[in-house]
């Protein structure tokens, strides 16, 4: 299972559904992959617990001895302390507070283990393996739920003074724009994300408004998500529409701020909205050409994300290698 002279790394993503464990390559390639629920509700050391099995069932699927691992990356959703391995605070765990994740699994597996959040994993992912290979200079988003980023620079992921760079869903938008659910008002994932498309078209509905997600609904309008709002919009319902071109000029707006900010090379899109395809990023990219700078504006290309799902365990796993790396080279 060895490639070159590195084994393999065990990369998580740690989310608040499911945890995927996989056994990874230095080429990218998962040649084994385990999961479980998370049942976040359960509390921090019963996740942990899940997290462990996981992590034992993908190593052993992969034929391969814990001892074997070069190390284990962990990505995960929230304000994560990567020098320390410690999650501070995490949407997708709401009881996880200064959680010593990384030395815990240390501790207990006996690998050296690295945490990084999961949407620069993903940035990482797609910049060595996906949409963003040979590009130095790119910024990732996932757009989904809610919106998280990644930003490398010069080949680099950019991490920031405690790790916490990227969150580019929480930049303000809007100033008395509605309430996000990191507690302020107006930003880009209250605006943008697959939950402020399904909440504007329940809005608009609740006013008296016609529409045919009403009927692929089934009237039951508590399960209007996104994705339903996407296939009204396909079968060209004008409210429909109508509400995700609204969804594509804020998430324009925040991409233009990104454009004159970094002057990257490539954005690329990743997350459920991004399967929205052109009908999401081509207003987007209007919004970016009329609202950047021009030189940056031509520069740059807005792409869809490429490796789907598997962005943030790639990922973990480059992060792990290079961590590794780092370590062995400071030796």
Avoid at 216 to 222: D, G, N, Q
Wanted: include cysteine.
């Amino acid at each position: 299972m060895q490639e070159g002279s590195r084994g393999p790394v065990l990369a998580v993503d740690l989310g608040g559904t499911k945890i995927i464990a996989a056994a990874v390559l230095p080429s990218g390639k998962i040649v084994s992959r385990n999961y479980c629920l998370t049942l976040a509700d359960e509390g921090p050391e019963a996740v942990i617990n899940r997290l462990l099995s996981a992590v034992n069932g993908a190593t052993a699927k992969a034929k391969l001895k814990t001892s074997e691992l070069t190390g284990i990356g962990i990505a995960a959703a929230g304000i994560l302390d990567t020098e320390k391995g410690i999650i501070t605070t995490s949407p997708n765990l709401p009881d996880w507070h200064d959680v010593p994740l990384g030395d815990i699994l240390a501790d207990r597996l006996g690998v050296a283990t690295y945490l990084i959040n999961d949407a620069s994993a993903a940035a990482l992912g797609e910049h060595r393996f996906g949409a963003g290979k040979r590009v130095d200079n790119l910024v990732y988003l996932t757009v989904s739920t809610g919106i998280g980023g990644g930003i490398i620079t010069n080949g680099k992921l950019y991490s920031g003074a405690n790790g916490c760079a990227g969150e580019i869903g929480h930049m303000t938008i809007e100033a008395h724009g509605p309430q996000c659910n990191c507690g302020n008002f107006g930003c880009l994932e209250a605006l943008a994300s697959g939950t402020a498309v399904a909440r504007e078209a329940v809005r608009r509905l609740n006013q008296g408004e016609t529409s045919s997600i009403a009927q692929l609904a089934e009237a039951r309008l508590e399960t209007i998500t996104a994705e339903t709002v996407a296939l009204a919009a396909r079968q060209g319902d004008h409210l429909a529409c109508d509400v995700v071109t609204k969804a594509a000029n804020y998430l324009g707006i925040g991409l233009a701020n990104l454009v004159n900010i970094f002057n990257p090379e490539l954005i690329v899109i990743g997350g459920g909205l991004s399967k929205m395809g052109d009908m999401l990023l081509e207003p987007a990219r209007k919004v970016v050409k009329e609202r950047a700078f021009q030189l940056p504006a031509r520069t740059v290309r807005i792409v869809r994300a490429r490796l789907g799902s598997n962005a943030g365990i790639v990922g973990a796993a480059v992060h792990t290698f290079e961590q590794q790396l780092d370590r062995n080279t400071e030796a």
